[in-house]
């Protein structure tokens, strides 16, 4: 079935310095690459999403940028503050005949340290 | 506007009991899913529907089944709890278009199968 590695699971950083996360995607048919950001005890919210006729996208402080040949897609936060904090996921979706059904890394913890 | 709402926030339940979890939208959203999530394990689908009187399963759907009789309600039922079902679950729903297909994620539901 469809699958999303995201790496590293664990990420620390200096407040400022800027942080990266990794995911591959297997579903070739993906077209809509969303992350989100789930706060201690909260819910994911989305915070950015690329789609797969764009190969990067940039908000702010945040960008994502997307390899489709490679299948993988990244998120980039600059200028890291306290904040930031919280567990990132990134998914792919799949629309399929039926429906359109999003799959999820199994997300990465970042810690910003002030 | 509540968005996405889910109760009960939390329930123990002694193994072998049954329970209904509901989730309710009111964004005229024609899809809506149930995630369960633990930890270092991301959010992973175990039903979803992709609108009124359908439903799909997901990547876990094994001990749960729900139920779309009205499109702002899917419902997620446990037949017979089991302790490997102890798990925080989110409900999410989602616009179908051309247009942003962001998903809306409920406050979650603790749940504890003892």
């Known amino acids: 079935g469809e699958n999303v590695e995201q790496h590293p699971s664990t990420l620390s950083v200096q407040e400022g310095d800027s942080a990266v996360i990794k995911c591959t995607y297997s579903d070739s048919a993906s077209n ?15 915070i950015i999403d690329i789609r797969s006729n764009v190969g990067e996208k940039k908000d702010q402080r945040i960008a994502v940028t997307l390899n489709k ?3 993988h897609f990244s998120l980039h936060i600059t200028e890291t503050q306290p904040e930031d904090s919280a ?23 970042l810690f910003v340290k002030a | 506007n509540a968005g996405v709402t889910q109760t009960p926030k939390f329930r123990v339940l002694k193994t072998g009991q049954s329970m209904t979890l509901l989730c309710a939208q009111d964004m ?3 899809y809506m899913y149930w995630y369960r999530q633990d930890p270092g394990m991301g959010l992973r689908l175990i039903h979803y529907s992709v609108g009124e ?3 799909a399963k997901g990547e876990v759907p094994d001990g749960y089944n729900v139920s779309r009789l009205k499109k702002q309600n899917f419902l997620l039922g446990l037949e017979s709890a089991a302790p490997s079902q102890t798990s925080v679950y989110f409900c999410a729903s989602s616009y179908h278009g051309q247009g942003k297909t962001e998903a809306f994620f409920g406050q979650g539901t603790r749940l504890t199968v003892v």
């Not at chain 1, 005949?97 to 199994?106: D, M, N, V």
């Open chain 1, 32 to 46: 809509y690459f969303p992350w989100y950001k789930q706060e201690l005890g909260k819910r994911p919210q989305l």
């Open chain 2, 28 to 30: 005229n959203h024609e």
């Open chain 1, 87 to 109: 567990v990132y996921f990134c998914a792919a979706s799949n629309r399929n005949t039926g429906g359109f059904k999003t799959i999820f890394g199994a997300g990465t913890r």
């Open chain 1, 69 to 71: 040949t490679a299948k």
């Open chain 2, 53 to 55: 009187g359908t439903t």
